[in-house]
């Protein structure tokens, strides 16, 4: 079992900055995939970034590349999102997630379906 719990979520002004945290335990966390989704009200989760195993590789969606800088600390067993730039349509309900899975292609760990593990949620609001 892993356990994943998400926090920094609040409430900012366009163009600000927010960064999240994922504490993880359980099972051993530099093994896993992190990812982070988010959810806005009436929409579907959807892919925000990607880090593997050793951190040295990435992934991101379009719509924050530049903004959004994904990142990890094994020996914390904790991830982070740093967000930049924050616009309010980034105004959602972010959650980590844990892919335990090896050898996944990127397009595989951009679904919701892929991951084994997830947090309950921060919220992120963004004013205008």
């Known amino acids: 079992q892993v356990q994943l719990v998400e926090s920094g979520g609040g409430l900012v002004q366009t163009g600000g900055s927010l960064r999240l945290s994922c504490a993880a335990s359980?099972?051993?966390?530099?093994?896993?995939?992190m990812g982070w989704f988010r959810q806005a009200p009436g929409k579907e989760r959807e892919f925000v970034a990607a880090i593997t195993w050793s951190g040295g590789n990435t992934n991101y969606a379009d719509s924050v590349k530049g903004r959004f800088t994904i990142s990890r600390d094994d020996a914390k067993t904790t991830g982070y999102l740093q967000m930049n730039s924050l616009k309010p349509e980034d105004t959602a309900l972010y959650y980590c997630a844990a892919n335990t899975n090896a050898g996944l292609s990127w397009s595989a760990l951009k679904l919701v379906s892929r991951y084994d593990y997830w947090g309950q949620g921060t919220q992120v609001t963004v004013s205008s």
């Open positions: 359980g099972r051993s966390f530099s093994r896993f995939v």
